[in-house]
């Protein structure tokens, strides 16, 4: 495979989806190469990007035409031809000097709140993220970027509400594709989000959590100590600044990233009006590759993913799926040991998203009651397992 995907959805699919709402390694701190954006015959520097992003009411569409016509360096210092996509204030902006001197004091609070601010012509850039319709201008970074990262970097999203089933199974699917050396990008929210985080780091992988507010407005609050854990082998990244809260409009913007991130978005849960199926969209928009896990049709949560499928969405049911629909061979048996552990039986009986009673799991692995009993709570304990109303038993 190459660095652009010559295998894009169905122009079926692409029409059927469109009822869903639109919207070695490198460091991200350390000196990196810069190239040319395919968004222009320029190379820009990070500060005039960033002078960019900060001037008030210009979209990221604005943006984008703005770089489209030439050096933004003479369209910072003469914005005046400009002025149909810029407006009023930031013209104003640009004229008193209040924008450039805004750019200077945010890259001193990005250093004095450890975050690093990359620009698009940056290396650093993820490069599948450079090459969608309107990339931000900048990213503010916690973490590590990988340079040339994208190829094997997946998004797997679904409801903040899911069910206990859904949430095992994101778990289980991201600690997999992990395992197999891909990294998974998801956006920190509550629900399927955070457990597909988790599942990536229980793998020891990398993983990358994309905000729709500033990088020091964690949304939700309760997810700060995951942001944390996140950054020692990843990265928590936004295109907004410090200070921006996590507002209903940026979120459309946050879904774009996560998509435009990597080669794929994978919907675990998703109700007909899930923010998940937006992300689903700027994929298709962008010629990434859609997948859905399969729900219940008696199941609200499965309402988006039953649809994204009937309109040509791969069917996942495993990290093997994705693999084979990205091409990526399986080097090693991801589903029953991972990270180099021996496959447990108890583990084995329960497939990842497989709820089962006690007297199935002991059908499937021969273990004694007793035993059983044993080492289900021990599972359970360590957070391997789960345990779900009506006395089953899921994988995490």
Known sequence: MGNARTRGPSKRAADAFSHIGAGGPRLAGERSTIVPSPAGAHVESTFDLLTLALLPAVPPRAAREILLRGSLAQALERPGPHAGLLGPAALAALRSGTARRAAEAELRRADALGMRIVGRDEGAYPPWLRRVHAPPPVLWVRGSLVEGEGEK????????????????????????????????????????????????????????AVLGSGLDRLYPEENAALAGEIERGGAVVSEFPPGTGPWKQNFPRRNRVIAGWGSAVVVVEAGAKSGALSTARAALDEGREVMAVPGHPSQANADGTNGLIRDGAALVRGAGDVLSELGIPAEREILRCVAGRPADPVLSAL???????IDDIQAR???????????????????????????LFVRR
Not at 186 to 195: E, F, P, V
Not at 351 to 357: I, L, N, V, Y
């Open 351 to 357: 497939p990842p998203g497989d709820a089962a009673s």
């Open 153 to 208: 970097a997946v998004a797997v999203v679904g409801a903040r509400a899911a069910t206990g089933l859904g949430l095992a199974f994101a778990r289980a699917l991201s600690r997999d594709l992990a395992a197999a050396g891909l990294t998974v990008v998801s956006g920190l929210a509550r629900g399927i989000d955070t457990h597909a985080h988790r599942g990536a780091l229980d793998a020891r992988g990398r993983t990358v």
């Open 365 to 391: 692995c021969g273990v004694a009651l007793p035993a059983l009993l044993a080492r289900l709570a021990e599972l359970e304990v360590a957070g391997e397992v789960a345990r779900l109303s009506g006395a």
